[in-house]
């Protein structure tokens, strides 16, 4: 599929002298902007109340969405290194202007059904292209630091949720005035409505910024003092390139795969369940110890791991190597599980330092995952494969919640639920951790024979355009 | 700021502006900065009792 000639990457191929520090903002204005699907729990309650459902029903708008992030990523993704960062990022911002737009219709005219359509569905297929889309144009551009620069970029998916709450609740106060953002009050449709109607402008205009100041580095492009032959001397790196097609063939992705589900499957554990688990560890009778504020405090303290873990952990990853960092993630994580179910309601800063590394840990091991594919499969096809690898993700965000939700079903009554009866989902979470180590424990080198041709240039190539003078 | 090298270029070279790569920082800083202290200011609930 040909796109315009303005979205084209011929059109953004860097000149002699381009500064590389221009392209993390550009991957930030997209991922700040599609990290709003974290924040969706703002505006749940009144989504419930205006269209008279559940929150089950109200919860799917949201699990459509990150199916189809995954799914869009998987099919997208070689479309997406075909063409380039800008076409990726034009499209990722229409589709989830696109889908705030219709989702607003949706709930104008009481028609959840569009809602499943805008939101879900288009702004899904956005946060899919979107989120892969600035992944391995980053790589290009730092082979010297690839765990730093998309470290950044996938932070500001994390970021994008912190911002997008308290801009919510403003600007639902100033559309619907009974509405105060605290607890017991709930905005109107009409206000959540305006809410995406604003939001999917101001997300167009913020993410069409990234695209247009994004550019890819010439084929023969290097930062200065970078010697790719150093990066070969490190274990498991690899300086071939094995495209998608070839690299879903080989055990190494799927390895990889079973890493990211098991490790995002383990986070979600807590993440889903925050606010009331961190009451219900500390319950006595039928009172918390902990409030409702101070557990709404617990969330925002994870939002802040989650967000740091992806930055800090991946740009460590550029100096420790990509198996041991996630060893740490999968291994430390393991135990500090352990610690979790077995001695985290003994006391609240125990628990809350425990759950806040385990976050931390979760965020990480989404953003170093591009640097470690790059390391397997080098740069060719990176996004793609990172776009097919995301579907762990989208698998994780159906089995976590199902883990957790399924065991505390089994075991008692919401608000009467006690640190024991999460024990057996910790448990499991443990158990699936221990899997996600092993994984990663067996991955080697790709073999040889799946390596590309010699010649096979990144598709950053300008080689193939012939037009030096369209470049910027 | 790293300088590309281009083997045998004949394009000219250009040079990003700094004003340009302060503004797009800004613009991508301001509001993340904005997140982060409603943030911080929420999780201190967790501290403040």
């Known amino acids: 599929m040909a796109v315009p000639s303005f979205l084209a990457r011929e059109r953004i191929i860097a000149r002699p002298g381009f500064n590389r520090w221009l392209i993390p903002p550009a991957a930030l204005a997209v991922h700040l902007c599609i990290g709003q699907a974290y924040a969706t729990s703002v505006y749940k309650a009144a989504l419930v109340s205006h269209f008279e459902s559940s929150l089950t029903a109200i919860g799917i708008i949201f699990s459509i969405a990150i199916v189809m992030l995954g799914l869009s990523a998987a099919v997208f993704g070689t479309w997406v290194d075909r063409n380039g960062p800008r076409a990726a990022m034009f499209t990722a911002a229409c589709f989830w202007s696109a889908g705030f737009l219709v989702g607003a219709l949706g709930i104008s005219t009481e028609q959840l059904w569009l809602v499943y359509f805008g939101y879900g569905v288009l702004g899904g297929i956005g946060l899919g292209i979107g989120y892969i889309s600035p992944v391995s144009t980053l790589i290009k551009w730092f082979p010297d630091r690839p765990g730093l620069a998309t470290g950044m970029a996938i932070m500001g998916f994390g970021g994008g949720a912190l911002i997008a709450s308290p801009l919510s609740r403003q600007l639902m106060n100033w559309y619907d005035p009974t509405y105060d953002g ?23 205009v913020f993410m069409m910024f990234g695209a247009f100041i994004v550019r890819v580095p010439a084929p023969d492009w290097r930062p200065d003092g970078f010697d790719p032959s150093q990066v070969k001397a490190k274990s498991l790196v690899t300086t071939e390139n094995v495209s998608a097609n070839n690299a879903i063939k080989t055990p190494q992705f799927w390895l990889l795969w079973t890493v990211l589900f098991c490790n995002v499957t383990a986070g979600i554990g807590i993440l889903e369940q925050a606010a009331p688990m961190i009451q219900d560890f ?48 999968l291994g430390v994580g393991l135990v500090l599980y352990v610690l979790l179910a077995t001695v985290g309601s003994t006391a609240t800063w125990i628990f809350v330092i425990l759950a806040a590394i385990i976050i931390s840990f979760y965020g990480g091991g989404f953003a170093t995952v591009p640097a470690y594919l790059r390391d ?11 776009g097919r690898l995301l579907t762990a993700w989208a698998a994780a965000g159906i089995a976590g919640p199902l883990i957790i939700n ?67 | 700021m790293s300088t590309p090298r281009h083997a045998g270029d004949q394009q000219a070279t250009t040079n990003t502006p700094t004003g340009l790569v302060a503004f797009a920082w800004a613009l991508v800083g301001v509001p993340l900065a904005y997140g982060l202290y409603n943030t911080v200011k929420a999780a201190s609930a967790l501290f403040g009792g």
Do not use: C
């Open chain 1, 282 to 329: 500390f319950r006595n009778g039928e009172t918390s110890t902990v409030l409702a504020a101070t557990a709404a405090g617990f969330v925002g303290l994870l939002s802040l791991f989650n967000m740091a873990g992806r930055f800090v952990w991946s740009s460590t990853s550029d100096y420790i190597g990509r198996k041991p960092i996630y060893m740490v993630y």
């Open chain 1, 182 to 204: 605290t607890i017991g009050t709930t905005p109107s449709g009409s206000a959540v409505a305006q809410l995406f109607v604003t939001l999917g402008i101001v997300y167009l």
């Open chain 1, 376 to 386: 397997l499969f080098g740069t060719y096809q990176v996004g793609a494969i990172h």
């Open chain 1, 406 to 472: 399924g065991v505390l079903d089994a075991r008692g009554t919401p608000g009467e639920l006690t640190a024991g009866d999460y024990r057996p989902a910790l448990f499991i979470m443990v158990g699936l951790l221990a899997v996600g180590f092993v994984a990663n424990l067996m991955i080697k080198p790709v073999a040889e024979k799946w390596f590309e041709p010699k010649n096979t240039d990144v598709p950053t190539a300008a080689s193939t355009t012939g037009d030096r003078n369209l470049t910027r």
